[in-house]
């Protein structure tokens, strides 16, 4: 014991309420540290501090303790608040039995967390204040446990300008509840105690049930004001202690303040019939807006379904469009193929029939000169060029031609015309194709003047007037 092994300081972060004010004191073989919220003491395996049940439960919570102190005798004496006071303890070791004694009186003189107090025997007990040694004897203590009352002295309205509501001695409570207008809602309660012992430390605490449903703080104060009370009931509810700490019974008064016509009973009772009706419109209004909404939303998807439809058909007839238009194209270039081949057949028939013609125009010219052998010999061939002219085997072929680039003209033709005969046939095929008389004449082994008399025959036999275009007439066949 010679020397600190080592210092720790303890404060906020340790569970005490504070790092300052704090009395360290020796109670029962216990370290106790009193604080400005209560009684603390040391957990030693956590290192912690924490509240000390045993005062907790005498006090009670958020008490500013001053010091707690035991003397020689082992009785603990205290200082919380505006209260001293010593706590006897009837058998040691137990410390729920155990008398309170309230000193009060004395608070005033003694130092707040300097107290001291020494027991030199049972009878003469030294407490020290700022103006010298007070001695206690407990043998000459005084009968302090007597009952006494407070009374309700008088009610005020401060609404009305500070009128009176009641006045009298009220102990306990009233028999009757007092009713106000809604207006009168501010209320100032007076009270006191017929007690004149230690006048000076009389405190009170009180409460209005209703509206502060919680005990005050102790006070000297002896009058109470509420305002701007709703409405409703209202207790209020104030008690009194004396300098040794007794407290008298409880004294009450109850008030209701009406509701005003609005908040009646039959006023709510058109709110909740109002209201029913709201939430039924608003029901109903918002069932009306979702199925406008839900039929709004058919419309757009019925429309986006018509359009999507329309799309999908323009889509169709595009692609349709585009198929006619590749087959149109296909068979344009099977019609320019087959016209290309037609027109080849046609050419080597023109060519064809101009060198029979030339070749017999050329016998004809050499048969005057030549003996009667060559000559006999030589109309036997002139004969056969004829015959060859008029049945040319590439008739068959370009016919096959001719109805598949014109879609069966002769075919057709031969159906809607029976009487017309294989050359008429033939001088039609020409006037299709627009081949002018001249081109027709070596083709038909004939002359122009016979073509044209061909053509004269044919319109009688297609029953045409002189006005009636024969080549016209024959393209819209």
Not at 42 to 52: A, G, I, R, S, T
Not at 148 to 153: A, G, P, Q
Not at 373 to 393: A, M, P, V
Request: hydrophobic share 35%; aromatic share 14%; glycine share 6%.
């Amino acid at each position: 014991m010679t020397r600190f092994k080592n210092v720790e300081l303890f404060g906020l972060g340790h569970g005490l309420p504070d790092s300052l004010l704090i009395n360290v004191s020796k109670v029962r073989n216990e370290l106790i540290f009193s604080t400005t919220s209560g009684v603390y003491k040391y957990d030693e395996p956590n290192n912690h501090f924490v509240l000390h049940q045993d005062f907790l439960e005498i006090f009670g919570a958020d008490r500013n303790f001053h010091r707690i102190l035991q003397d020689e005798l082992g009785n603990i004496w205290f200082s919380v608040d505006n209260e001293f006071g010593v706590i006897v303890v009837e058998e040691q070791g137990v410390f729920n039995k155990f008398q309170i004694y309230y000193f009060n009186q004395i608070q005033d003189d003694l130092v707040d967390g300097f107290e001291h107090v020494y027991a030199y025997d049972k009878e003469n007990i030294i407490i020290g204040t700022e103006k010298g040694f007070l001695h206690y004897a407990p043998s000459n203590n005084k009968k302090t446990d007597f009952p006494f009352n407070i009374l309700i002295r008088k009610v005020t309205s401060i609404t009305q300008g500070d009128s009176i509501v009641y006045w009298g001695n009220t102990a306990g409570q009233l028999d009757k509840a007092y009713s106000f207008n809604y207006k009168m809602n501010d209320f100032r309660f007076s009270f006191s105690v017929p007690y004149y012992e230690k006048i000076g430390y009389l405190t009170y605490r009180f409460k209005l049930e209703g509206f502060d449903d919680n005990w005050t703080a102790w006070s000297p104060k002896t009058e109470k004001e509420y305002t701007n009370l709703g409405s409703g009931d209202y207790e209020f509810k104030v008690q009194a202690k004396n300098a040794y700490g007794k407290t008298s019974k409880e004294a009450s008064f109850n008030i209701t303040i009406q509701p005003p016509w609005y908040w009646s009973w039959y006023a709510k009772a058109l709110y909740f019939i109002l209201g029913i009706l709201a939430l039924f419109s608003l029901t109903k209004f918002i069932s009306k807006r979702e199925r406008k909404k839900t039929e709004a939303f058919k419309r757009e998807q019925t429309e986006k379904l018509v359009k999507k439809e329309a799309e999908f058909k323009k889509e169709v007839e595009r692609s349709e469009s585009e198929i006619i238009k590749l087959r149109n194209e296909k068979l344009q270039g099977d019609i320019k193929n087959k016209t290309g081949q037609l027109a080849s057949a046609t050419m080597h028939l023109v060519q064809k029939s101009e060198i029979l013609i030339k070749i017999k125009n050329d016998l004809k010219g050499i048969e005057s000169e030549a003996s009667k052998d060559i000559k006999k010999r030589i109309q036997q061939i002139t004969r056969t060029i004829e015959s060859d002219i008029r049945l040319d085997e590439n008739w068959t072929q370009f016919e096959n031609y001719f109805d598949q680039v014109h879609e069966n003209f002769l075919k057709r033709l031969r159906l809607n015309y029976p009487e017309l005969t294989p050359k008429d046939q033939k001088l039609c095929a020409y006037l299709r194709m627009n081949l002018t008389t001249k081109e027709i004449a070596p083709l038909m082994n004939i002359s122009v003047r016979g073509v044209e008399i061909s053509r004269y025959r044919l319109r009688k036999k297609l029953g045409l007037d002189s006005e009636v275009n024969l080549v016209a007439f024959i393209l819209e066949i």
